[in-house]
């Protein structure tokens, strides 16, 4: 049998043109450990603290992180949605912070609670009175809303956040459906359908009414049955103090007999 062996050359070619297909795989494998070691980018985002039902009330926070190295976050600017506007906007102290608050003329009223309001909160502004957010860390802006609509699935507030070194980042774009997440989302806050019974103030004062009846009729049944129970504890100690008696009694005249 005839033994062939490789030349130097042949052993050199094939080397070679394995090379590219190596070098192609160890640039996909360092692309895909570069994509898994970065961090996502983050954005100025909006989520309920608990449940945030349509026609309920609920506390939203504002989370906004530094996105710079080299400056801090001074001052947020929340437009409220005016396609669907909140008749009940409250901020909650946030320590480091002066917060304003500013509303608008409706162009169309809308009715709460049985009244007519012909104007809302359209943006609330804080501003830091010290240094704000620093390159590393991230806040919340706590707001109480109300009440939420009931003809729509998500509320959109557009933001606007300003830096010390005064660049300011408009997180003003909608998310549409279908497409991929833009550059500068706004906050996006996602309604969920409300328990059955939960609408309407007249269904609350009416279940507030059959609840505290429940409860004074607990109440009563409690009371009785407590007094009742005192009663027979009363009856049964005396029967029992009675026998306690005659017992006594007779046994003393058992007592004197047998002495006699």
């Known amino acids: ?136 860390y991230f806040q919340k802006f706590p707001l109480s809303v109300g009440q939420l609509p009931e003809d729509t699935d998500q509320l959109v507030f557009k933001a606007l956040q300003t830096y010390s070194n005064k660049e300011v980042v408009r997180w003003i774009e909608v998310q549409k459906e279908g497409q991929e997440e833009p550059q500068n989302p706004a906050p996006s806050l996602t309604l969920s359908d409300a328990a059955e019974g939960s609408h309407g103030s007249t269904a609350k004062g009416a279940s507030s009414a059959e609840d505290a009846k429940d409860a004074k009729s607990t109440a009563a049944e409690s009371t009785d049955s407590s007094d009742t129970t005192a009663r027979v504890l009363g009856v049964v100690g005396i029967a029992v103090g009675a026998a306690g008696v005659a017992y006594g009694v007779l046994a003393g005249r058992r007592r004197s007999g047998a002495g006699a």
């Open 1 to 136: 049998m005839k033994v062939t062996q490789a030349t130097p050359a042949a052993t050199a070619t094939r080397t070679s043109s394995k090379l590219p297909r190596v070098a192609a795989a160890g640039a996909a494998a360092a692309l895909v450990v570069l994509a898994v070691s970065t961090p996502a980018f983050a954005h100025v985002t909006v989520q309920p603290e608990g449940e945030a039902a349509k026609g309920g009330y609920a506390v939203v926070d504002f989370k906004v992180p530094n996105e710079r190295d080299d400056a801090s976050t001074t001052k947020l600017e929340v437009s409220l949605p005016a396609d669907h506007p909140l008749a009940s906007v409250m901020p909650q102290p946030v320590d480091g912070w002066d917060v304003k608050v500013t509303t608008s003329k409706l162009a169309k009223p809308i009715t709460s609670h049985g009244q007519k309001i012909d104007e809302a909160v359209s943006k609330v502004t804080w501003t830091a009175t010290g240094k704000g957010i620093r390159p590393g």
